[in-house]
């Protein structure tokens, strides 16, 4: 079973490995971006009539790390300087990238259902998501440490994987930042700011920029960021 394990850790390993590399793609302010740009950050800030809008790329630290393999996420403040609330909803935003390809704001509560799943088992040492999609033939199998060898445990793995925690327990510490860390849909009151994660739908596996656009009581803004992918295959926007 030693070799075994050892297989199984390699192939857990070179699948990781395959994804962090070969999957990279940079979001970055393009050139000439209009507003206030912090290319150190990665972030660009515009204010009109009254709104501050800042949003920022590759923001994204939490849990689970995997995120963005499946999601675009951008970091977003949106300030109230005006004297009556503002009423925020996910239909103020929206993405395009050169080839015309609309990507809308996911709520974090269909992200999180999506990656991890309220009944989703859980799948220790690997780089993919919880969700029983993915696994649900080992659905009733709350607690194992590697597909596909259910049975086994906990007879021939060692001490690291005994005592885990019931799987709803594990899956909520490793994704609850998708749901704390998320843009609420909410008023903003006047002199007031809120900040949190846009989830959109997954924008970087094709195009060379995208292009945010938010829209507050008719006030348009516009965000354009361009792809740096590995090899340096993204070109830039021509700002």
Known sequence: MKGLRQRVSLITGILLFAI???????IVPSPGAAG????RKS????????????VQSMA????????DQYYTPFFVTVRNDRKIPLKLDYKAFFLVDNEGNQFDVVPPEKVWDVLVGKQAPIVYGSPYPYSSYYYGRYGSYNRYPFPPYPYYYPYYYPGWVYNVPPAEEYAWGHS???LVE???EEEVMPGAQVSGFLYFKEATRTGNWLEMTVTLEGV????????????GRGRSSGY
Do not use: H, N
């Open 20 to 26: 962090l590399t070969g999957c990279a793609v940079k």
């Open 36 to 39: 206030m740009v912090d290319l």
């Open 43 to 54: 972030l660009v800030t515009q204010e009109k009539d009254g709104f501050k809008v800042t």
């Open 60 to 67: 994204w630290t939490g849990s689970p790390y995997f995120l």
């Open 176 to 178: 609850k930042d998708i």
């Open 182 to 184: 998320g843009l609420a």
């Open 220 to 231: 348009k803004f516009q965000y354009r960021f361009d792809l740096l992918r590995q090899g």
